[in-house]
């Protein structure tokens, strides 16, 4: 039987260490905050694969007194509070006094510091949390810590670690928030002896955000402005133009503290409501300035989490101020009154003896749909003076259109050649600029653009076959953030075998020289980013057809779209093109591409046979 005994300190040290620093981003963040709380206006940091071989951060801050600087490497050692009461309005971005001696007992750490004012300062080297050298040391105002091999002592750290790209865009993704948090403090960045991010540090949030995202996100943001005496909001909220299939694009600060939160999310989300897309969202970069004794910051030691004090009344302000600041941009929402007309002229579907569907979902909704409006015309009051004629009751099985549907993967061609045989085809014209109305024979087919061009390009990208490319007239540049720039690196194979020519244009930027040919010219940015989305939600760890996949249904979202404007030789040459493919009659989410309706239902419709 193990007895019990106390660790030796420098095995505590290093579990505690866990806590606080996960990666080399955690010891970028805490030394970033140290110098921030040391009143700097110019930090720089410096990283070397990916920050597990070298990170340096540099400040102008007010240094720290020689005397002192041993003792802050010692666990709960710190300026910043002094007793428990001082957690009650904390104003500092660290508290704990955690941060070095974590940082130093999984690390080599040197540190070199001098007061302001100072004519020297002290040079101080800790490997594993323990001191190697102490001396005093000429240097600039200011405090300079140095991290080497970080975990080169914990073997079993270090192997979980991730490629130093990831760990790279991690840091860089840190440092970039804190840009928009602290727009006062000129920060720049450098990997590997090149130049990131530079910020100005003139106290202009727009400034920041153009350092971080550049002017193509920059023009399509809506500035925030709420102060209610309780709780002051400001920032810029982006337009669907920049919206994204996740979250990661939306930074929240508080009294220029950078922080998570899913709710004040599900806040933001709420104001943009059917202004989105569904599975878009917005672009979002919030400040907060509130009383600090009403929130809490001593949540998690990664300081990540706040709780509010008033919680309820904050995400009301937060709805509240972005719906103000999209106001002007979004055209007001139409609500219309119902009236007897409105419903009276609306077509009563019912389903079809010879409809073929493979599964119930589309007979069960045209029956609750047609059972919604009769209900609805039943409880409507016809307007005074209004006379309508009544009508015949209808048969409960009048024939109408025939849905092509079913399983996706199944549904082939053959199965059902006579919904659209080979034979000449008249089209007769368009409505709502998305459905086109095609006459074959006997029959009268309705044609749905988008599933159509969606399913072609489903099946030519999914082929296994390099699809042939088409260059751009223009080539599109899109800025990107760190985490998105080294997901669409890593992947770039992927996109080549699809037909995409990608180039690397510049810090965290990209070049889109040319696209598959059947894509035509989409949208390339809401593309790529909802690409990057779908592989970053799997991880590195998926395999190369999924990341194929991942691709090609991102590119299908871009498909051609309801309401755009195609002429007759357009739609024409999809059909044709679409004819003389083996593929399914539904696009790949299993939506119809057709529907058919014979001249005989038609007939029975207007009573000419009974």
Same mark, same amino acid.
């Given at each position: 039987?193990?007895?019990?005994r ?17 990666r ?11 110098s ?5 206006t ?24 020689? *005397? ?19 957690l009650e309005?904390?104003?500092t971005?660290?508290?704990?006094? $955690?941060?070095l ?26 490997e ?10 000429g ?34 993704d840190?440092v ?5 948090a602290r ?20 106290g202009d949030l727009?400034?920041?955000?153009l ?9 399509h ?6 102060d ?5 909001l ?10 994204r ?13 950078y ?12 104001a ?12 979002l ?25 008033k ?5 009301k302000a ?36 010879e ?8 007979n ?10 009769? $209900? ?16 015949p009751?209808?048969? $409960? ?12 993967a ?53 082929s ?59 949208q390339?940015q809401?593309?790529?980013? *909802? ?17 194929r996949?991942?691709?090609?249904q ?5 498909a ?6 195609l ?6 040459k ?37």
């Open positions: 039987m193990n007895k019990i106390i660790l030796q300190p420098y095995i505590a040290n290093q579990i505690a260490a866990g806590e606080v620093v996960e080399p981003y955690s010891v970028v963040k805490e030394l970033v905050e140290n921030v709380d040391a009143g700097s110019f930090i720089t940091v410096e990283i070397k694969g990916g920050g597990i071989e070298y990170i340096r951060v540099t400040d102008n801050g007010h240094g720290i007194p020689p *005397d002192e600087a041993e003792l802050a490497f010692s666990r709960h050692a710190t300026s910043k509070i002094s007793q428990a009461f001082d309005h904390i104003e971005l660290g508290f704990r006094g $955690e941060a001696a974590s940082i130093a007992a999984v690390s080599r750490v040197e540190l070199k510091s001098c007061l302001q004012g100072s004519d020297s300062g002290i040079r101080l080297v800790i594993g949390g323990e001191t190697k050298l102490r001396t005093p040391y240097c600039p105002e200011g405090t300079t810590v140095e991290v080497r091999d970080v975990f080169y002592n914990v073997p079993a750290r270090l192997k979980f670690l991730k490629a130093p790209g990831s760990e790279a865009g991690a840091i860089f840190y970039s928030r804190m840009i928009l727009p006062d403090i000129a920060f720049k960045v450098i990997s590997n002896d090149k130049s990131v991010y530079s910020s100005a540090g003139d727009r400034n920041a955000v350092a971080v995202y550049g002017n193509d996100v920059l023009q943001l809506r500035q925030i402005e709420y209610d005496g309780y709780i002051k400001f920032g810029f909220a982006g337009t669907p133009e920049v919206s299939s996740n979250r990661q694009q939306q930074t929240f600060f508080i009294n220029g503290r922080f998570k939160s899913q709710k004040l999310s599900y806040a933001v989300q709420s943009y409501d059917t202004r989105l897309m569904t599975g878009r969202f917005p672009f970069i919030l400040g907060i300035m509130i009383s600090n004794n009403e929130i809490d910051v001593n949540v998690h030691p990664n300081k990540m989490e706040i709780r509010f004090l919680e309820g009344r904050v995400q937060v709805t509240g101020a972005i719906r103000s600041a999209l106001t002007g941009f979004y055209a007001p929402e139409l609500v219309r009154s119902r009236s007897y007309e409105d419903i009276a002229v609306k077509p009563t579907v019912v389903r079809s003896e409809q073929s569907v493979s599964s119930g979902t589309a069960d909704e045209l029956n609750a749909l047609r059972k919604r409006i009769l $209900e609805q015309i039943k409880g409507i009051e016809k307007p005074d003076g209004l006379k309508v004629q009544e009508t009751d209808v048969p $409960e099985e009048v024939p109408v259109f025939h849905i092509a549907a079913g399983n996706p199944e549904t082939k061609k053959d199965n059902i050649q006579s919904s659209f045989p080979a034979e000449p085809f008249s089209i007769c014209g368009k409505i709502f600029d998305t459905y086109w109305i095609i006459q074959q024979g006997d029959s009268i087919y309705m044609l749905d653009q988008h599933a159509i061009h969606e399913r072609m390009l489903y099946e030519q990208l999914s296994g076959i390099k699809a042939d490319s088409q260059i751009l007239l223009i080539p599109k540049i899109i800025k990107l953030s760190p985490v998105e720039y080294d997901t669409l690196i890593f992947n770039i194979d992927r996109f080549a075998e699809l037909g995409f020519e990608i180039e690397e244009f510049g810090a965290f930027t990209v070049c889109i020289r040319a696209v598959p040919h059947i894509m035509g010219e989409p390339t809401p593309f790529l980013f *909802d690409a990057i989305s779908g592989l970053m939600n799997g991880g590195r760890a998926l395999t190369k057809e999924l990341k996949n991942a691709i090609i991102a590119a299908c979202k871009h051609v779209k309801a309401g755009d404007a002429g007759n030789s357009d739609i024409e999809l059909i044709n093109e679409f004819l003389n493919q083996d593929i399914p009659l539904t696009c790949p989410h299993g939506r119809p591409v057709m529907i058919r309706m014979s001249r005989l239902e038609i007939e029975k419709l207007f009573k000419r046979v009974i």
